[in-house]
C-alpha cells in the first residue's frame, strides 16, 4: 500500500521536474559552485522517526558569500524558526547540526505524547538550484516540504533574485515600477480567470486580502516571461497547489527600469 508520505514525494517529484523544466534560463556556469547533498534518519521514539535531505548550491567565490549565507539561513529557519548569524556557514556539519538540534527538540515533545497523536513519520526536504544567470543577476530556486503530523504535508516553492555585484537580494520595486507592473498582473490574472479587467477581484474565488491584488515578491525570469508563484494556502485553498502567473518580458519594456533592462532584451 502507498502511504501518504509516498504519495506527496510522487507529487513534489513531478512539481519539481515541471518547475526545473520551465523556468531555467540564462548561462549557468557550473564551474563556480559545488553541490552539498545531505540526508539521515533519526529515530525520535519508538516507530517514530524523522527524516530529511538537504540538497543545495554553495558558491566558490568569496563575493558570493552573502548567497551562501541567505542559503543556510533558509535551511536554519526550516529547521528551527529562528537561526543566530554567527552560524551562518553553508557546509554539510552545520546542516547536521541543525538536523541533530531538532532531532532533540522532536524527542521532547513527542516523548510524552499518547501514542496515537504520534505520526508514522516526520520529514523535511530542501531543494536549492540555481537557474538563471544574467550578467550581475542570479536566481536560486528553492523547494520546500515537511510533514509533521495532519492530513497532509506542506510544500513551498521559492524563488530569489540577487543582484552580485551589490551583493544584495533583489525586490520588485527595485527593479520595476511597481504600481505599473501590479496593475499589468492584475489584468493577466483577470484574463487567465475570463473575467473583465473592471472585475472586483473577489469574484475570481481567490483570497486577496481587503480585495486587493497584489504580485508577491516571490517570482523568477526566463527568456520569455516573469513568472509569479503564489504558494499553497496563499490566495487559495490547499487543493489549488502552487498557482504561477506569467507575464510576457515584452510588456515590461516601460516598467522595467534601465539599469535591469538587459532582462528583456
Not at 530556486?141 to 492530513?151: D, I, Q, R, V
Request: net charge negative; glycine share 4%.
Amino acid at each position: 500500500m502507498i502511504n501518504t508520505k509516498q504519495i506527496f514525494y510522487l507529487i513534489l517529484l513531478i512539481t519539481l521536474i515541471s518547475c526545473s523544466t520551465s523556468k531555467k534560463s540564462g548561462q549557468i556556469d557550473y564551474s563556480k559552485l559545488d553541490q552539498i547533498n545531505v540526508r539521515d534518519s533519526i529515530e525520535i521514539v519508538k516507530d517514530l522517526s524523522f527524516s530529511y535531505e538537504i540538497e543545495v548550491v554553495k558558491y566558490n567565490s568569496p563575493s558570493y558569500n552573502f548567497i551562501n549565507n541567505d542559503i543556510i539561513k533558509e535551511i536554519c529557519l526550516v529547521f528551527s524558526g529562528e537561526c543566530n548569524n554567527v552560524d551562518l556557514e553553508l557546509s554539510e556539519e552545520r546542516i547536521s547540526k541543525y538536523a541533530l538540534k531538532y532531532s532533540e527538540i522532536l524527542k521532547e515533545d513527542y516523548g510524552s505524547e499518547p501514542e496515537e497523536y504520534k505520526p508514522f513519520e516526520i520529514y523535511h526536504t530542501f531543494n536549492c538550484q540555481e537557474v538563471y544567470s544574467k550578467n550581475n543577476i542570479l536566481i536560486l530556486e528553492k523547494n520546500m516540504s515537511s510533514y509533521t503530523g495532519g492530513a497532509h504535508g506542506n510544500y513551498n516553492l521559492q524563488y530569489t533574485l540577487y543582484e552580485t555585484e551589490k551583493g544584495e537580494i533583489l525586490k520588485l520595486n527595485d527593479m520595476f515600477n511597481y504600481q505599473k507592473l501590479n496593475e499589468l498582473g492584475r489584468e493577466n490574472f483577470l484574463v487567465s480567470k475570463g473575467l473583465k479587467k473592471v472585475s472586483p477581484i473577489k469574484e475570481t474565488g481567490y483570497w486577496f486580502e481587503n480585495d486587493k491584488f497584489y504580485l508577491p515578491e516571490n517570482f523568477t525570469i526566463d527568456n520569455k516571461n516573469i513568472t509569479f508563484i503564489y504558494n499553497p494556502y496563499e490566495i487559495a485553498s490547499y487543493a489549488e497547489g502552487i498557482i504561477e502567473l506569467e507575464i510576457p518580458l515584452i510588456k515590461l519594456k516601460n516598467i522595467i527600469k534601465e539599469e535591469y533592462k538587459f532582462i528583456i532584451n
